[in-house]
T-cell receptor, first 115, second 117 residues
Framework: GENVEQHPSTLSVQEGDSAVIKCTYS??????FPWYKQELGKGPQLIID?????GEKKDQRIAVTLNKTAKHFSLHITETQPEDSAVYFC??????????????FGTGTKLQVIP | SAVISQKPSRDICQRGTSLTIQCQVD?????MFWYRQQPGQSLTLIAT?????????ESGFVIDKFPISRPNLTFSTLTVSNMSPEDSSIYLC??????????????FGEGSRLTVL
């Protein structure tokens, strides 16, 4: 089955600096790569995603890159703010039974933005 | 999108007892997913609940331990049976409201944090 590795497990940055989280996956059939943000006491929420036919996607301060050949993808957060502090999960997904996506999550990165 | 409500939000349980978690969605969805998130860990899929049929369990999870009900298109329950301290986790309900025609984005409830003593 799919295996998703995520690094680092914890990350501390000064407010205004950039943060980068990296993930690798194993299954070449995976074609959808979402990133979820989980704030304390809440469920994960999608913040950005990318499909395998795209190399890079940007949404304001966050961007995701995908290297399909190397099977790795990364999340970039620029101009970090204290409210970016949370746990971030990458995921790799492929079509499963019934047309739904079968999702495998990474191990998570706890990001702390220091004011 | 989808708004998901889970009950209870947290509970402290005694070893050997069972607890049922409820999940209510504000729209009709074909499939609902139950995840476990152990302390400081990632999300692990327990099972997929399809309305009108038995749930499909992932490797390492069995129906006797985690029975699931799916009586209609907006509601599901997950029971954690004969609990032990190792079952202390956050249990999350999730849906993909767009199904096979959508992006694959999952929407999550806020989770049910169980502590087993």
């Amino acid at each position: 089955g799919e295996n998703v590795e995520q690094h680092p497990s914890t990350l501390s940055v000064q407010e205004g600096d950039s943060a980068v989280i990296k993930c690798t996956y194993s299954d070449s059939a995976s074609n959808y790569f979402p990133w979820y943000k989980q704030e304390l006491g809440k469920g994960p929420q999608l913040i950005i995603d990318i499909r395998s036919n795209v190399g890079e996607k940007k949404d304001q301060r966050i961007a995701v890159t995908l290297n399909k050949t190397a099977k790795h993808f990364s999340l970039h957060i620029t101009e970090t703010q204290p409210e970016d502090s949370a746990v971030y999960f990458c995921a790799a997904s492929k079509e499963g039974p019934g047309g739904y996506q079968k999702v495998t999550f990474g191990t998570g990165t706890k990001l702390q933005v220091i004011p | 999108s989808a708004v998901i409500s889970q009950k209870p939000s947290r509970d402290i349980c005694q070893r050997g007892t069972s607890l049922t978690i409820q999940c209510q969605v504000d729209s009709q969805v074909t499939m609902m997913f139950w995840y476990r998130q152990q302390p400081g860990q990632s999300l692990t899929l327990i099972a997929t609940a399809n309305q009108g049929s038995e749930a499909t369990y992932e490797s390492g999870f069995v129906i006797d331990k985690f029975p699931i009900s799916r009586p209609n298109l907006t509601f599901s329950t997950l029971t954690v049976s004969n609990m032990s301290p190792e079952d202390s986790s956050i249990y999350l309900c999730s849906v993909d409201p767009y199904g096979g025609d959508g992006t694959g984005e999952l929407f999550f409830g806020e989770g049910s944090r169980l502590t087993v003593l």
